[in-house]
């Protein structure tokens, strides 16, 4: 019904094949012989590196990691070949945002493998990313949009915004550990998802935990208002609520939602709607989770599910 998720669990992504959460951890990890090499990040790169050997042969370990500094120069030079950064370029002012392809809890991994990176930035080039994808081993992915901007839908007037897949494999895998001992695994698309690593989705974990534990609150009908992939929604079931409501206004998320229920080991005691909240006929629940994006007035929102809930929540 609601099964456990352990460190040595094999899941299905969305794909069909076969993932080891623990050795997906594991190949986080450096090898003995990985080497540490950091750049200083507000000097210009071309007065740091020999442009003619930065390749993707350049100090990397024998294990097949290289260190972030190294991976994330290699990338910077291409970007300023590529003329879409200054000759002058630095580290700190001028790189794309790095997100891994696998994110554990609060582990961020200085040592990167192969096809581990997704790249975002609002400047690349088709051409760019193509040499990206082509010459640097561990980017998997490169988008281009704003950091500033938010992928999905913030509203019911709003338009599905994404992120532009220009090369290679969108898919982020999150694992997120929790104060039940068990973890919550979610697979999304990162060019139709805002920026949410495992950690800061680990720490609402903790903040909805601590709601429980310190409010009388009846474990029985909650709504997850603004549900996104689901993990909050996915752990109060696995806390013992007897029927959860996933809610989404954007019907993107509802899919991605549906495929990281499954894998979550969830198979009953929930309903799916694909509404904006403010539409949802629902009353006489036990809890109402509201997550909603940075930045958004939820004054009325939060009215709202104080007239169909006896406890809100704000994440």
Partial sequence: MKA????????????????NIDDKIKALEPCEKCQDIQIKKFSPLRELIDFEILNGEYMKCECGKRPLDIVMSHILKIMIEGGIV?????LRRNSPVPLSGFYYSSLNPQFIGEETLILLHPDFT??????????????KCVLKGSPQSTAGQLDKTSDINHFEILEGDDTQINVMRTLLGEKIVLIKNQSKHHIEVAMTTEEKLVRLHNY????????????????????????????????VIFNDINPEMIEALKDNIEMNGICEGYEISNQAFEDLEIDNVDLCVIDAFPGVDVEEIVKKAEEMAGNVVII
């Fill in 4 to 19: 456990l998720l352990h460190l040595n669990d094999n899941i299905k992504t969305r794909g069909g094949f076969i993932l």
């Fill in 86 to 90: 200054p000759e002058k370029a630095t």
């Fill in 126 to 139: 088709a051409d760019v990313a193509s040499r990206l994808i082509g010459d640097v081993p561990e980017v």
């Fill in 212 to 243: 429980l534990n310190n409010n009388d609150v009846k474990k029985g009908i909650a709504i997850d208002g603004m549900c996104g992939l689901g993990a909050l929604g996915i752990y109060l079931l696995k806390s013992g609520f007897e029927k």
